[in-house]
Each structure stands twice: as structure tokens, then as C-alpha cells.
């Protein structure tokens, strides 16, 4: 077992929109991460942004990321120095996103994570696994193709470092 | 258990060279990728930052500068030069303000065919799918990719079937039948899958009822709104591309996720309240509700047929009401040329409609008509979401090009049925 990632879970609900991640207002005036962590989930909690330490997690619950496909909802968040998400789901857009830009997507049972606890993500031979208050919660594992941008730190220096998508060879069914 | 495979499965496994089914994650060329003026910049920053220098096929990608047409500030004209001076550089094709939507003129163009994949840097790509061809949204960073290489990486959907049976009565269209399925399933209801419309049903529905259906499935978080091609896909078709096609048909034993009949002759006119899409109520649950705005348009509802039907309930129920803000944006010039050759663009002047360059106009706040706090907007457009038209304090509601008329007309929510018979 390798852990990918250790951090605070910060707990949130079901059906997080973008909007929700980073207001639309406040992406009218600049893009940079580095601005803009200043008002992440500033609607769910005003406090939100001023509380986050570097390396927390974000644990939440169904379809998270629905609403517009904007990438700046991702790089906030690693902007604010989270570097993994763990949702029951995610909206096909920010997974997308989320790969792209290294942000771990983990999708797995939340209910019992609780807010504030230390969690881990670690990849077992059987695929991702969420470690929280003792217990093992199995993860959903990412396919190699996109494991490799991950690994890469995104699809920026993955394609800058390979020039091209390396096609694995496929299991033919 | 079948072994049998569907529209999806079929389209990705050729555009990957697999034999990858369902669940498989694969690399696939496009046939061709789509930038906006919205998300545009930020691929090409990507794209400079992964290295690049020339784009590997410029004839696969378009931009459309539709988001800002035309631009209401001196940061959105900025955005515009950008996209257009890269696209200049790479030789890639461009479509100025005024020419419509991105969606739009994929299909109109015969960019979109059947068997093809073809993405957009923009959700509702998924409009492409009404032409047989895998139609799907991406990422700035994903466009970017495509620039460099012209693949993407895709999950292989899913597939839920939507069998749609009997014919809409009059005064219901596919944005009823539209809403109606997404109220049934949610907003998420179809995440990470594929939607294939089908049955006698699809069949018996117009070109125009067809992107509707497929621009929607985005609001149940479809990965692409997929059906099949037929005699009225060759002739949408015939004029706009020279390039062969080959239908791609699900098997009969195609391994489905669910199965869902919809009857469409029982079906009512449908709205959606603030401010969700899946908030889809009978039109009666609205009546009466007051309207200030009535906007028609979109790459929902803003093609030729929308708004003959809008214009036939609006003049049969005596024209729009005093203090009703009537505002009206085809979807593109192609659109804008039909409505004034055929009239229609008169019929509007005439009813006090505010008529707007073709584009995404009013649609997400981004350049059009906006709406003062507390003001409420009834609209063809897909998507109803707080702050969706540029003001948070305002309510929006969706429905069909006819029953957005006939609130027109009335000042209130009203059943477009009273005045067709
Ligand atoms: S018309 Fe609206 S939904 Fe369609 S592409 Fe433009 S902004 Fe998006």
C-alpha cells in the first residue's frame, strides 16, 4: 500500500456546483489560483478559505463539481493547497478537469468520514482505498491512461514530457 | 446477457482502435474539436505551455466567438483577439461574431456526421449526438491537448435507452419531452453515461425535435445524447458535407444500464423552476405565475422551427402583453437569413421583440439583455441555474418556444394549448 495523500477532511455535502467552488463574480476579475483561493466555497462557508491548511482534503458527498465545465474550479482548489478530492461522485466535467490539472479525484462512500478527521489515500493492489478513523474504505481505482496524467501532474506536463498520448495496449474483450 | 453493443461503444472503440467496451478508458482521435470565445483562451495558454508550437491538424479544429458577440467589455473584446490572432497564426477556421453558436454551426456545417467524434470545449457539444455522431464536452486543458495531438481520452459511457413512443399533441414539443426526462431522472440521473434516444417515436421527430433532445441530455449529466441516422439525417446533411458517412446502429443485443419508455402522447407542455433544470413541474403547477422577460433562443431553442411555433402562438393569442420585455437571438445567421426570408423577423419587429446578433446572446449572462434584481425571465434555453443570465437576484424559468410565447402574450405563465387547437 503507497499512500498518495494525507491530510484533514473537510467535509461538505451533495451536489457542490462550480459556482459554489469559486463565484462567477469573482472569476470576472483575475484567474490566478493564488487570488481566488482567498474566496473558495466562500457561499458554502465564509471561513471556508481562511481555514484551509495545505495538504486538507475535501470529502463530499454525490455529483460533485456539477454546473459549468470552467477549469478554474479545479486549479482554486489546488491553489488553496488541497490535493485530493473524495466524493461518492463526481460530474463528468470536474473529473475530467480534476485529472488534467493532477487533482486526485477518489470516489468512494463518504457518509462515514467525518469532518476534521485525518484521512489517507493509499493505492492497494486492488485499487484506491480511503483510510478514515481505522477503517478501509475501497475507492473506486483510476484507469491507467488517466493515472498516468495524474502521476504526470496533469495533462500540461504529460504532453510537454511526452508529446502525445502513450496508448497502452488494450485488453481486447 | 448480450454481448451486443451500443452507439457509444461502437463510435469509441473505432475512434480508439480498440475493441474497448463500456467502462474502458481509451485515447481517441477526433474528427474535429470545437473552442469558444469562453474557454478558447485558456486552452491556448495550455496548449503554449504543453510546449506547443503548431497545432497537429488545423483542419479539425474550429473556434466560434459566440459567447461574447459582441463583446460588452474591453477584457471580453480581449478575448476575442486572442482567440482570433491564434487562429490566424495556425491557420484554423473562425467563426466571427454574428455567424451563431458554436453548436450550431458544427451542425450546419457537416462538421457533425454520423460515426464521427467530434468535442467541444463546451458542455452542450452534446447536441452533435441528434446526427449520429458522438458529441461530447471537454476542458480547456482537454482542447488543448487535441490542439497538440488531436486526441483525447475518453471513459466509454454506459448507455441508457430512452424508447419514446406515440407523437407529441399540438402545442407539445421535444423541449416538453426534454424537460419530462430530465424531472424523471435528475440531474445527475444519467452521470457518466450516454442517453440513445430510440423507437418509432425518434423517428417521427423533426431534425430541429432531434437536437433539442440531444442538446438536453447534458442536464441529466449525459455524456453524449445519441440516435440514429435516417432518411431526415441524410437530408439535414446533404448541401453541408461532400464527406462519405456510415451510420453506426446499436446491436439488438447492445448491453443497456437501463431502459426507460417515455409516452410522448400523454405529454404536457413542461417548465422548469428556479433554479434547477430538474425542478420540471406541468405547465399547470405554473399558471399565472407574473413574467417580465420572455427569451427566446439558445442552442436549446433558438433554430428556425422555434420560433415559427413561438411566433404561431404569440399572433394567435393577439401579440405581446404591455410591459412584457420580449427579446429573441437566433441561433445563427443561417437562422437569422430563413426568419428573414420567411417573415418571421417581421412578425417579431412587429410584436415589440428585441431582436439580437445571433449567437449565445442572453443565454449565460456573458453579453445580451440582462434582467434587473428581482425580475423574472421565462426562456428556451437549457439551463435556469441562480445568477445563469448574468443577475443572481433574478428567477428563471424553461420551457418550450410555445409556451415561452404564450407567456409572452399573456404576461403570466399560460398553456400555449388554449390557443392551438
Ligand atoms: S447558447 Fe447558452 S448553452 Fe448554448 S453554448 Fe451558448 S451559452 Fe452555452
Known amino acids: 500500500m503507497s499512500t498518495l495523500s494525507t491530510g484533514r477532511a473537510r467535509k461538505l455535502g451533495d451536489d457542490i456546483d462550480t459556482d459554489t467552488i469559486i463565484q462567477s463574480q469573482r472569476k470576472r476579475e483575475t484567474l490566478d489560483p493564488l487570488v481566488l483561493r482567498n474566496f473558495l466555497l466562500e457561499s458554502w462557508d465564509p471561513n471556508f478559505a481562511a481555514t484551509v491548511r495545505d495538504g486538507d482534503i475535501l470529502v ?24 485530493a478530492v473524495v466524493a461518492k461522485s463526481f460530474a463528468r466535467t470536474y473529473f475530467r478537469n480534476a485529472i488534467n490539472n493532477s487533482l486526485l479525484p477518489v470516489i468512494c462512500d463518504t457518509d462515514a468520514i467525518s469532518d476534521g478527521a485525518d484521512i489517507e489515500v ?14 478501509e474504505i475501497p475507492a473506486s481505482p483510476l484507469p491507467d491512461a488517466v493515472r498516468a496524467i495524474v502521476d504526470a501532474g496533469g495533462l500540461v506536463p504529460y504532453l510537454k514530457h511526452h508529446g502525445d498520448f502513450q496508448t497502452l495496449p488494450h485488453p481486447a474483450t | 446477457m448480450g454481448q451486443g453493443r451500443t452507439i457509444a461503444e461502437k463510435i469509441l472503440a473505432a475512434k480508439s482502435g480498440t475493441e474497448a467496451r463500456a467502462g474502458d478508458t481509451v485515447i481517441c482521435t477526433v474528427d474535429a474539436a470545437l473552442g469558444t470565445d469562453a474557454s478558447g483562451p485558456m486552452a491556448i495558454d495550455y496548449f503554449r505551455q504543453m510546449g506547443g508550437d503548431a497545432v497537429k491538424d488545423p483542419a479539425r479544429l474550429v473556434f466560434a466567438l459566440d459567447h461574447y458577440a459582441p463583446p460588452p467589455t474591453q477584457k471580453a473584446a480581449g478575448h476575442l483577439k486572442t482567440v482570433r490572432e491564434f487562429c490566424a497564426a495556425q491557420n484554423i477556421a473562425v467563426h466571427e461574431i454574428g455567424e451563431g ?5 458544427i451542425l450546419e456545417t457537416g462538421r457533425a456526421r454520423p460515426g464521427a467524434l467530434v468535442v467541444g ?40 435507452r430512452v424508447n419514446l413512443e406515440g407523437c ?13 426526462l430530465i424531472g424523471e431522472l435528475g440531474a445527475d440521473g444519467a452521470a457518466y453515461k450516454a442517453l440513445e434516444f430510440s423507437d418509432v417515436g425518434a423517428a417521427e421527430l423533426s431534425m430541429d425535435d432531434r437536437f433539442v433532445l440531444a442538446n438536453m441530455s447534458m442536464e441529466c449529466g449525459a455524456k453524449a445524447g445519441l440516435l440514429d441516422a435516417d432518411a431526415k439525417t441524410d437530408a439535414y446533411l446533404s448541401g453541408r458535407t461532400i464527406e462519405a458517412y456510415a451510420p453506426v446502429s446499436a446491436d439488438i443485443d447492445a448491453v443497456y444500464a437501463e431502459t426507460i419508455n ?21 405547465i399547470e403547477a405554473g399558471l399565472g405565475q407574473v413574467v417580465d422577460m420572455v427569451y427566446l433562443g439558445t442552442c436549446t431553442g433558438g433554430r428556425a422551427s422555434d420560433f415559427h411555433d413561438a411566433l404561431r402562438v404569440l399572433e394567435a393569442a393577439g401579440g405581446t402583453a404591455p410591459g412584457v420585455n420580449l427579446v429573441i437571438t437566433p441561433a445563427s445567421r443561417e437562422v437569422h437569413m430563413a426568419l428573414l426570408a420567411d417573415g418571421t423577423l417581421a412578425g417579431f419587429a412587429e410584436m415589440g421583440a428585441i431582436i439580437q446578433t445571433p449567437g449565445c446572446g442572453s443565454c449565460c449572462g456573458t453579453c445580451g439583455s440582462v434582467v434587473a434584481d428581482g425580475m423574472t425571465v421565462i426562456s428556451t434555453a437549457n ?5 445563469r443570465m448574468g443577475n443572481p437576484n433574478a428567477e428563471i424559468w424553461l420551457a418550450s418556444p410555445a409556451s415561452c410565447a404564450m407567456a409572452a402574450a399573456r404576461g403570466v405563465i399560460a398553456d400555449p394549448r388554449e390557443v392551438l387547437s
Not at chain 2, 168 to 180: E, I, M, N, R
Not at chain 2, 262 to 274: F, K
Open chain 1, 60 to 83: 463530499a458527498g454525490k455529483n460533485f463539481g456539477c454546473g459549468s465545465a470552467m477549469e478554474v474550479a479545479v486549479t482554486v482548489v489546488l491553489g488553496a493547497g488541497i490535493r
Open chain 1, 122 to 135: 493509499a493505492a492497494s493492489t486492488n485499487g484506491l482505498v480511503v483510510i478514515a478513523g481505522g477503517n
Open chain 2, 101 to 105: 453558436i458554436g453548436h450550431q454551426l
Open chain 2, 121 to 160: 470545449a463546451d458542455s452542450h457539444a452534446v447536441t452533435y449526438g441528434a446526427l449520429n455522431c458522438f458529441g461530447t464536452g471537454i476542458g480547456s486543458s482537454d482542447l488543448a491537448g487535441a490542439m497538440l495531438t488531436s486526441k483525447v481520452w475518453l471513459r466509454i459511457p454506459e448507455t441508457i
Open chain 2, 168 to 180: 407529441l399533441s399540438p402545442g407539445v414539443s421535444a423541449k416538453d419531452a426534454a424537460l419530462a
Open chain 2, 262 to 282: 417515455l409516452d410522448l402522447s400523454n405529454l404536457a407542455p413542461q417548465l422548469a423552476e428556479p433554479h434547477h433544470v430538474d425542478n420540471v413541474v406541468g
Open chain 2, 383 to 387: 439551463r435556469n441555474f441562480k445568477g
